[in-house]
Each structure stands twice: as structure tokens, then as C-alpha cells.
């Protein structure tokens, strides 16, 4: 049987580059236990949504899009993003830690870095946080806006 070489570059892409079951069960799970947790909603983003990530996975990218309550007091500088930021991670390590998971959780001026020290492989997850805006792309879905970036001025931004 000859296999054109579509076919044998396809099979090992999909059995020496692509996410294993595992990791893919990995990255489903922390999912699902994250989007538990966050208040608003949340949707993956990066490599892994676009179905570009290879293996080892050796991270998750999570858009957290901010709950209405939470962005009021942002805009109204009420409450800074880092403050949102260092308060969701406290809240983060308590509910790991309630599962008997250990994490390392760092707040970043734009996202909350989730660690899993001891693992066989490498693996974290960013949280990044979002503002929906009222615009829509193309496709006729939301725009986001990374709230430390929607505070910069145009020419700050590139």
C-alpha cells in the first residue's frame, strides 16, 4: 500500500507532535476545575484552543473575562487589576489546596500564573484577565481587551 506523503507527514503529526490523551485530559480537567472557580466566564485561548499546541503541553492559556461587578470597580479605580489579581490568586491556591493539589500561584501585572511543582513535566496555566467589549471581530463574535492594556494610551500599546 503506498501512502502518499499528505498521509505519512498527517500520521506523525498526530502521533509524535500532537497533545497525548493524557495531556489533553490534563488540560480538560484544570479547565473545567478553573472555570468552577472564577466568577464571569472564561474560555481557553493560545496554542491549545487554536489546536496549534504540541507535545510536551506545557501550558494552558485561559482568558478569565471580568465579571461586571468586578470591572465597575476597575474603571471607577476602586479596585486596581492587581489588587483583583492578588485576591483571585488567594482564592485560586485556597480552592487547589482544598483538593489536595499543590501549586505555586504568582500574580503578574497582566495574568495569575499557575505552577504545578513535582509534576513529571512541566505544565502551568496563565489566567489572563478580560474586559468584553461591545464591538464585534468579523465572525460577529466579542472583542476582549487585557484591562492594563484598555489603560494605556494607543501609542503605548505597540
Known sequence: ??????????????????????????ASDEYTFLSGILPGSSFLSGSYARFTAITPLN??????????????????????IENALSGMAKLLKTKYEDVGKTVKITPQSHSILIEFPGRESEFSIDVV??????ERNPFGEPVYIIPEVGMMNRSSRT
Open 1 to 26: 500500500m503506498n501512502k502518499t506523503i499528505n498521509t505519512i507527514a498527517s500520521e506523525f503529526v498526530s502521533s509524535c507532535c500532537t497533545p497525548s490523551q493524557a495531556e489533553r485530559s490534563l
Open 59 to 80: 501550558d494552558l492559556d485561559i482568558i478569565w473575562v471580568l465579571p461586571p461587578n468586578i470591572r465597575g470597580r476597575i474603571e471607577e479605580r476602586s479596585l486596581t
Open 129 to 134: 484577565p478580560a474586559y468584553e467589549l461591545l
